[in-house]
């Protein structure tokens, strides 16, 4: 089978997708420090902190590997524990916790610059 017929459901990984939907309102310099921005507040996941693009990469590389020779059609869920019974309401916080996080942001280099 391998990589090409298995689906992986990535949880919160803290990149710069986070980053706000009006990017032109973001400096290049809060663009690329959106990981550290978001990856607090992605935290909430069962396991205590939020995903990293190499656990992503890790699974892939283990699943390209020899390793995973007998795996067959498998959707490999990479989140934490998150869609293991996190409150929906819980997950909605999220969005506005984020949009705080960058607007204080924002706020903290105007000032610095």
């Known amino acids: 089978m391998g990589l ?60 390209a590997s020899s390793e995973s020779s007998w795996v067959t059609g498998q959707a490999f869920v990479i989140d934490g524990g998150l869609t293991a019974g996190q409150p929906w309401s819980q997950m909605h916080r999220l969005g506005d916790e984020l949009y705080e996080r960058f607007r204080s942001a924002i706020e903290q280099s105007m000032v610095t610059t």
């Open 4 to 63: 090409e017929s298995t689906p992986f459901c990535p949880g919160r990984v803290a990149t710069a997708i986070f980053a706000p939907r009006a990017r032109e309102l973001l400096s290049a310099e809060l663009i690329e420090r959106a990981p550290e921005i978001v990856e607090p507040g992605l935290a909430a996941a069962p396991l205590g902190r939020s995903g990293l693009p190499s656990d992503i990469a890790n699974a892939a590389l283990w699943l």
